[in-house]
């Protein structure tokens, strides 16, 4: 069974930086897709960020483009998010997620495309 714990979430005023961390379970980590997505009150899951398996290979969300950065590490199992330039409209609950399937090299922004989530970490950025 995977585990995925997302960590590093907090309150931030609006031009701060917070680092969100996912601790991932398993041998077999390095073959999968991992992304971001978030969630704010009354809306949609949406997607922010995808790393592929191919370390190098990025993906963002136009509204984060230019202030967040993805990034993993397959030997500690670990993937980052570093936010830079937050804005009250980045406040939702963030969740690490990963791809359905391995070797994944597309992009893949919807929801159903990943299969094991984290619990959730909130961030509010304060205006």
């Known amino acids: 069974q995977v585990q995925l714990v997302e960590s590093g979430g907090g309150l931030v005023q609006a031009g701060g930086s917070l680092r969100l961390s996912c601790a991932g379970s398993g041998r077999t980590f390095s073959r999968y897709g991992m992304a971001w997505f978030r969630q704010a009150p009354g809306k949609e899951r949406e997607f922010v960020a995808r790393i592929s398996w191919i370390i190098g290979r990025t993906y963002y969300a136009d509204s984060v483009k230019g202030r967040f950065t993805i990034s993993r590490d397959n030997a500690k199992n670990t993937m980052t998010l570093q936010m830079n330039s937050l804005k009250p409209e980045d406040t939702a609950v963030y969740y690490c997620?990963?791809?359905?399937?391995?070797?994944?090299?597309?992009?893949?922004?919807?929801?159903?495309?990943?299969?094991?989530w984290g619990q959730g970490t909130q961030v509010t950025v304060s205006s």
């Open positions: 997620a990963r791809d359905r399937e391995a070797f994944i090299t597309t992009l893949s922004r919807r929801v159903d495309e990943y299969d094991y």
